[in-house]
């Protein structure tokens, strides 16, 4: 056998450590605890002691003290646990124990090695084997007893030396894991809606754990100097819990009655290019329920649920667009952040993929919604500074995102017959298909102030046609003479001004020229009653205030002169419950002027079929799910097509 520097039994120390920390988790934080029950003493410092008086005692003396403790041992038997995903026990060699309860014989520390030795060469950790056989040699094992060698054994001087640097080492670093936590993460979500509290002190780091259940009870392991507490454990070969009324469990993670949510979790959900759906192992109706109770914003109510869900109090996001920043990893302050993904093989040639999130402070609506809209102004700031064309959208919002797929039928292809043979020519032709195109990109577009004004020009740009005489489309409108446009104005003027010029001078200028001098919604309000009559709803809807705020017409105006902003929760709002409207006026108000409807005539219909495929393992269609096994694939690398 070689021998072993203390260098060399360091390595061997720390890589069983090393591995015990990534397969052990729990098991891990017991064995680094050391957890037993309720004590009022701690073997760890008589060690210390014994290694510490070796000056003062002989090698033989201080060989026998170390020897007689089995701590070191069973701290490596945990540890090899950890490695093999087997749970902590208290009390790893209870098989070799003899004798009744009350006068059981403890096993030497020679016995006990020689059951190390033999599973660690099984786990082919046979390094530490040999380093056990030099230190706990098994020719010893005649010699001790009664915790003492009755002769002094030949070659003991050597084991003795390796042994004591064995246990320095071994001690030495369970003291630095401990220490190892300190600054870092507290809280971690458990088995069956359980939450895992570290108990960190800033000088000896990890010093005990709290586990609270969703019932509002907890069980509590604590080790300080000399003595250990422990409360709801149920101490046996391995740890159990004293949960209490399990019918009073809930499918929520909380910390007493404080949802963990609340306290949150350090990082966020994702791995950094990923994107999955939220694994929750129960029910989320209450917690869908309190978002939908909190707002109706789609995209905050998406916000919301993924920190109800994963307790981490971030909104993750995605880019893509035509740039490549020079640091894959940016942030901007000290709460946006944004990692440039590896590229795909799929992905198109001149497009990259950014994974970001912005963290938040608190869980107040408003606050989730500034949020939002700051990702929005970066993103619009990134474009503008670079001249790129940049997307972006939070991965979780709360309505699904797959568009479906119209399939007309051969009957349904006798209307397209009718779009393509029967469609006006000459000027006609051109503006309506003017009219067309800027409805197919209000379709296209995703932001819905720019598809409300697709919309409204198509209808306007068509009117606008028909008054100025660039188009005929079958209408018998008459342009006023200069007379009568000249009367008209000034009987438009002096309204403005009996109504508004004492209170508000300016208002009654803008007024004044806009719905006077350039009157566009007056041309354009002539052409629409003569497609669908005075009083038709589309007319009010367009022109009238109603109910709501503003008209269709008047919203228009605020997006033309810029005083509408997304960034405003209002305006965003208003935009979402009126866009339907404005496309419904826009698409039959160009079937009726191409086909030359009258207002009584009945629109041509086609069938309307469509069909939706939704893979559940694109997260834009699976916002939640119990389990990660259900979905057939294990790669959640972002995808260009998930980002639209």
């Known amino acids: 056998m070689k021998n072993y520097t203390e260098i060399q039994v360091r390595q061997i120390i720390d890589n069983l450590f090393d591995i015990a920390k990534k397969n052990g988790d729990f098991d891990y934080v017991c064995t680094l605890l050391r957890v037993e029950g309720i004590t009022s003493k701690d073997i760890f410092s008589e060690i210390e002691s014994d290694l510490s008086a070796e000056k003062s005692e002989s090698n033989l003396d201080t060989y026998n003290k170390l020897l007689s403790r089995l701590l070191p041992l069973e701290i490596l038997w945990n540890l090899l646990n950890c490695i093999s995903s087997e749970q902590y026990e208290l009390v790893p060699f209870r098989k070799l124990y003899k004798g009744e309860f009350l006068s059981r014989e403890i096993p030497s520390s020679i016995e006990v090695a020689k059951l190390l030795i033999d599973r660690a060469k099984v786990d082919e950790f046979h390094e530490l084997a040999e380093l056990l056989e030099l230190c706990y040699p098994n020719s010893l094992h005649a010699l001790y007893s009664d915790n003492c060698f009755q002769k002094i054994p030949d070659g003991f001087l050597s084991s003795s030396i390796l042994c004591r640097e064995f246990i320095v080492e071994l001690l030495e670093k369970l003291t630095l894991e401990r220490k190892s936590h300190i600054g870092t993460q507290q809280f971690y979500k458990w088995q069956r809606f359980s939450v895992l509290k570290l108990h960190i002190d800033s000088v000896v780091g990890l010093y005990g754990f709290s586990v609270y259940f969703s019932n509002?009870?907890?069980?509590?392991?604590?080790?300080?100097?000399?003595?250990?507490?422990?409360?709801?454990?149920?101490?046996?070969?391995?740890?159990?819990?004293?949960?209490?009324?399990?019918?009073?469990?809930?499918?929520?993670?909380?910390?007493?009655?404080?949802?963990?949510?609340?306290?949150?979790?350090?990082?966020?959900?994702?791995?950094?290019?990923?994107?999955?759906?939220?694994i929750y192992p129960g029910s989320t109706d209450n917690l869908h329920k309190k978002v939908i109770e909190l707002t109706n914003d789609q995209q905050v109510q998406g916000a919301l649920f993924y920190i109800f869900c994963t307790c981490h109090k971030v909104i993750e996001f995605?880019?893509?667009?035509?740039?490549?920043?020079?640091?894959?990893?940016?942030?901007?302050?000290d709460k946006i952040h944004i990692w440039s993904c590896e590229k795909n093989s799929q992905d198109s040639q001149n497009v990259r993929i950014y994974d970001g999130w912005i963290e938040v402070d608190s869980l107040d609506v408003d606050e989730i919604r500034r949020a939002i809209s700051t990702i929005a102004v970066l993103v619009n700031r990134i474009s503008f500074t670079f001249g790129s064309n940049l997307d972006w959208r939070i991965k979780y919002p709360m309505v699904m995102s797959s568009d479906s797929v119209a399939k007309p039928t051969k009957v349904d292809l006798e209307i397209l017959n009718k779009y393509l043979?029967?469609?006006?020519?000459?000027?006609?032709?051109?503006?309506?298909?003017?009219?067309?195109?800027?409805?197919?990109?209000?379709?296209?577009?995703?932001?819905?102030?720019?598809?409300?004004?697709?919309?409204?020009?198509?209808?306007?740009?068509?009117?606008?046609?028909?008054?100025?005489?660039?188009?005929?489309?079958?209408?018998?409108?008459t342009k006023?003479?200069?007379?009568?446009?000249?009367?008209?104005?000034?009987?438009?003027?002096?309204?403005?001004?009996?109504?508004?010029?004492?209170?508000?001078?300016?208002?009654?200028?803008?007024?004044?020229?806009?719905?006077?001098?350039?009157?566009?919604?007056?041309?354009?309000?002539?052409?629409?009653?003569?497609?669908?009559?005075f009083k038709h709803r589309f007319v009010n809807a367009l022109f009238e205030k109603g109910e709501w705020d503003y008209s269709l017409s008047q919203i228009r105006g605020k997006i033309a002169h810029g005083g509408f902003s997304l960034l405003d929760?209002?305006?965003?709002?208003?935009?979402?419950?009126?866009?339907?409207?404005?496309?419904?006026?826009?698409?039959?108000?160009?079937?009726?002027?191409?086909?030359?409807?009258?207002?009584?005539?009945?629109?041509?219909?086609?069938?309307?079929?469509?069909?939706?495929?939704?893979?559940?393992?694109?997260?834009?269609?699976?916002?939640?799910?119990?389990s990660e096994d259900m979905f057939p694939i294990k790669d959640w690398r972002i995808k260009e097509e998930w980002c639209d």
């Open 421 to 477: 043979l029967d469609f006006p020519d000459s000027d006609d032709s051109v503006v309506l298909d003017a009219a067309f195109d800027w409805y197919r990109r209000g379709r296209n577009a995703r932001n819905p102030m720019l598809q409300f004004f697709c919309f409204y020009v198509a209808v306007e740009s068509v009117a606008t046609a028909v008054i100025n005489k660039k188009a005929d489309l079958g209408f018998k409108i």
């Open 480 to 533: 006023d003479n200069k007379t009568a446009r000249k009367q008209e104005r000034r009987e438009c003027i002096e309204e403005k001004y009996n109504n508004l010029y004492k209170e508000d001078p300016i208002k009654f200028v803008e007024k004044s020229y806009f719905e006077c001098i350039t009157s566009i919604n007056k041309n354009v309000r002539k052409v629409i009653e003569e497609v669908f009559g």
């Open 569 to 626: 929760d209002d305006t965003e709002k208003l935009l979402e419950e009126r866009l339907g409207e404005m496309e419904e006026i826009t698409r039959e108000f160009l079937k009726r002027v191409t086909f030359k409807l009258k207002i009584d005539d009945n629109l041509p219909v086609w069938s309307g079929s469509h069909t939706v495929q939704l893979i559940s393992h694109d997260p834009r269609n699976t916002l939640v799910a119990s």
């Open 216 to 278: 509002g009870s907890s069980a509590k392991f604590t080790r300080f100097e000399g003595k250990t507490y422990c409360s709801n454990i149920e101490i046996r070969e391995n740890i159990g819990f004293f949960v209490g009324m399990s019918d009073k469990l809930v499918d929520e993670y909380k910390v007493s009655d404080v949802p963990l949510y609340e306290i949150g979790l350090p990082g966020r959900y994702n791995k950094l290019g990923e994107w999955k759906p939220i």
């Open 318 to 333: 995605v880019i893509k667009g035509n740039i490549e920043l020079p640091e894959q990893w940016n942030s901007v302050g």
